[in-house]
């Protein structure tokens, strides 16, 4: 019912610039919160940014003052500007989001998307 879509991930150098988009689709009512997480070789999937339908925003402390969270509600898209990328920054990176369905306007349900890799080369 629900499909989330990233975009725009990519080989760049390190202390470069990306940025990453999901847009979400199908039968949305509306969308509560968004995030962004990655998953690096053998590791597990971790936190990188959450923003709220407010625009709240929370953020590991790895990327901290390096990449910033921001979403277009009218495009149901969140997105992630990535900045002075570090190798360590290389990974699949996952949206989600907490949708309320037009079919349960009572409820939520977390969606991810299948992830855009990537890679930040030294």
């Avoid at 690096?40 to 901290?64: F, H, M």
């Amino acid at each position: 019912q629900v499909q989330l879509v990233e975009s725009g991930g990519g080989l760049v150098q390190a202390g470069g610039s990306l940025r990453v988009s999901c847009a979400a689709s199908g039968s949305i009512f509306s969308i509560k919160a968004m995030g962004w997480y990655r998953q690096g070789s053998g590791n597990e999937r971790d936190l990188v940014a959450t923003i709220t339908s407010g625009g709240s925003t929370n953020y590991a402390d790895s990327v901290k003052g390096r990449f910033t969270i921001s979403r277009d509600n009218a495009k149901n898209t969140v997105y992630l500007q990535m900045n002075s990328l570090k190798p360590e920054d290389t990974a699949v990176y996952y949206c989600n989001a907490d949708v309320v369905l037009f079919s349960s306007p009572w409820s939520s349900r977390l969606y991810w998307g299948k992830g855009t890799l990537v890679t930040v080369s030294s």
